[in-house]
């Protein structure tokens, strides 16, 4: 009795156990095709909301092309002279006019895409140098201690919500820049171009330090073994070898500084001018459209010209972040590939 | 469980029904001109001091988008600076059903600012028409110092800027230089700090800058927008303050209406600087 029942026990334990075991391993293979679904469906989801938007978005801004005005507002017709041509006047010379609620309004883009570039333009000029110099400082000069601190420092001023930027920019930069500069007017785009380079400062500094800091060790080998100190090494093999990363980083700043809204709408002025002074009150079309859409009737041309705007923005921003990130991929195959 | 879930359809029941007498008992929202914002909030303050039951909300964003929310049926009153349009109007009445019904509830001299350093003391409406449309671009043009003039304008959703538009730049198009900003309370605040500056904007904001003197043209006599000018149509720039609304869709702002043009509200119209209606 006690042999057999020593012999019968272990037999069934085992293949209790055998069972449970793979019981649990259909159990963990449920599980894990379960979280796989969920993960390609997260992941489907995010690429199917951006297709959605340009969708939605171009379907507002497309009926222009064929839309009929309603009657009693033939006048107020897009085309495209309307949008880029300049709007002449009687008792003085043509302009390119910004002015949609008129009598007979006027949809040009030519100041918006010029405001804009200004403002971006400097924002590039502003942080670009700054950002590109501190990330060569982090990763070439600095000792770790330091290097730990200036990091996450900077990265954290992308965390600052843009209209904190705008606000201080408003009250703070503004009257900074006017004293020092003697400016006749106080919100221009000058200033709304800085305040938008603090924004853009984190992206350009990250993607330029990781492009520095992956250089291969053997480079700075090399040059030292050859003879060149810490900052002919610096200088003349890293930020050549990690130069396609750091323009990189420059794009995909520009990329977010056409797209920022809440700073330009505080701090430029919102003039629709065409001169490309720097010291002169800007409307950008980021801010157009914030100040704009809250107020115009659903599909009016004013509404799809809003929406036309959108439109412009959204590839504007997707072709360059587009190259950005193909720079990126590719300076990280090619500093990969040559890796001994 | 049945039961649990019963008593909670119950509950939401009750609760929603609740909700709606409440809301029908006397709440009312307000929505619009950012000219007025001051003015309705002081009506709201007053009116719910005496009728502890209501509840009055206002909110600003400006004249258009007032407009546009009782066209969407997302407030019982739209505050106006401008008269709507015939279009708005037949709009508002397909979508919402009934008749939208324009009630003028004060009067407001629309002023011309300029810093308090600026000798300039008198404007005519030819001028500023020829300041805003930047055909002069001096103030020696105008006999004040040689210095550039910077104009101020407002964010074109603004009852304001329309009736400036209307009213003075007889429909011609702002200089492009002109600033957009987004309140009125921004511009005074804005020429308050440049000596260069002009803008416009509703009398009872002028503090801490100087409204000129009107003249409606070159050769008229410079008129200061005072009640009785505002009143008796002296003064070139006095407009009808509005409140839009459907009558007999909220008794409740029916009858914060009728308090508004009693004697009552028509006194706090004078409390916070704009002119009551004329008898």
Not at chain 1, 251 to 257: D, N, P, S, T
Not at chain 2, 93 to 117: H, N
């Amino acid at each position: 009795m006690e042999s057999e029942a020593a012999g019968v026990l272990p037999r069934v334990t085992t293949e209790t156990l055998q069972r449970a075991a793979s019981n649990n391993r259909r159990f963990t293979r449920i599980v894990e095709r379960l979280v796989e679904g969920w993960v390609k469906l997260s992941a489907m989801a995010a690429i199917v909301t951006i297709f959605l938007i340009f969708i939605f978005v171009g379907r507002e801004a497309l009926p222009l092309l064929w839309e009929h005005p309603e009657p009693g507002l033939e006048h107020e017709v897009v085309t495209w002279s309307n949008l880029v041509g300049p709007t002449h006047y009687p008792d003085r010379p043509s302009r390119f006019m910004w002015q949609p609620v008129s009598n007979v309004p006027k949809y040009n883009l030519v100041p918006l895409i010029i405001g804009t570039l200004k403002t971006t333009i400097i924002a590039i000029l502003f942080a670009g140098p700054l950002a590109i110099l501190a990330a060569i400082l982090s990763s070439e000069f600095a000792p770790r201690w330091a290097r730990e601190i200036i990091k996450p420092t900077i990265e954290l001023l992308a965390g600052i919500p843009s209209v904190v930027l705008g606000f201080f920019a408003l009250m703070v930069l503004a009257t900074w820049v006017q004293d020092l500069l003697g400016l006749r007017i106080r919100l221009n785009a000058l200033t709304a171009g800085m305040a938008l380079g603090l924004a853009v400062i984190p992206i350009i500094f990250t993607v330029a330090e990781d492009a520095l800091t992956t250089v291969p060790k053997a480079y700075r080998e090399a040059s030292f073994a050859l003879g060149a100190n810490r900052w002919e090494t610096a200088i003349k093999i890293v930020v050549p070898a990690a130069l396609p990363g750091i323009f990189a980083g420059v794009v995909l700043g520009f990329g977010r500084a056409v797209g920022e809204t809440m700073v330009v709408l505080m701090a430029s002025g919102n003039a629709a001018t065409t001169t490309w002074a720097f010291t002169d009150s800007v409307r950008t079309m980021s801010a157009t459209i914030a100040a704009e859409l809250g107020e115009v009737v659903w599909g009016s041309p004013h509404y799809r010209v809003l929406f036309l705007i959108g439109v412009l923005l959204f590839i504007f921003t997707f072709v360059v972040n587009l190259c950005g990130e193909i720079y990126v991929l590719r300076l990280k195959a090619r500093l990969e590939g040559t890796r001994p | 469980m049945k039961k649990i879930a019963r008593t909670m359809i119950a509950a939401t029941a009750a609760w929603s029904m609740l909700a709606s007498t409440a809301f029908a008992a006397g709440s009312v929202t307000i929505k619009g001109s950012d000219t007025m914002v001051l003015l309705g909030q002081k009506w709201a303050e007053t009116y719910m001091q005496k009728n502890p039951d209501a509840k009055i909300q206002v909110t600003g964003g400006g004249s258009g988008t007032g407009i546009a929310a009782l066209i969407n049926g997302t407030t019982d009153i739209a505050e106006s600076s401008r008269p709507m349009k015939g279009a708005e109007v037949t709009n508002a009445e397909s979508k919402q059903g009934g008749k939208v019904k324009e009630i003028p509830v004060a009067l407001d001299a629309l002023s011309i600012y300029v810093s308090t350093s600026n000798p300039l003391k008198e404007i005519s409406l030819p001028q500023a028409r020829k300041i805003y449309t930047g055909a002069i671009t001096n103030w020696k043009d105008l006999g004040g110092p040689d210095a550039p003039i910077t104009i101020y304008s407002r964010e074109n959703n603004s009852g304001t800027y329309v009736f400036f538009k209307e009213h003075v730049l007889q429909n011609d198009d702002f200089d492009p230089s002109a600033q957009t900003l987004p309140g009125t309370a921004s511009v005074v605040n804005a020429v308050s700090k440049d000596p260069n500056g002009i803008g416009y904007g509703g009398i009872a904001y002028a503090e801490g800058i100087k409204p000129l003197l009107i003249k409606k043209d070159d050769n008229a006599p410079a008129v200061e927008g005072t009640l009785e000018n505002a009143q008796s149509g002296k003064y070139g720039l006095a407009r009808e303050l509005y409140f839009y609304q459907f009558p007999g869709k909220n008794p409740a702002a029916d009858t914060f209406v009728a308090w508004v043009l009693s004697d009552d509200g028509q006194k706090v119209v004078g409390d916070v600087g704009y002119y009551p209606l004329k008898k």
